[in-house]
């Protein structure tokens, strides 16, 4: 979703990172399932909440979205 500020510019999003219950950061998906990091650098920054739904169907972990 594009927000439109005066003469049609757009503001990007704000994105966030996912991380579980461990302080680990969501990295991305391999074989289908999410896969998360120890690494803070690894993190897979995402825009949308249909996606933090998405990576909750494929982990028993408690997610949080962290804003930078």
Known sequence: MEILCGKNKTIPEPTFIVLNEMAQ?????????????????DAKPLENDE???????????KLEKCFP
Do not use: A, E
């Open 51 to 61: 996606q933090v739904k998405m990576i909750q169907k494929g982990t028993s972990f």
């Open 25 to 41: 950061v969501f990295c991305g998906l391999k074989g289908g399932y999410p896969q998360f990091s120890d690494y803070f650098y």
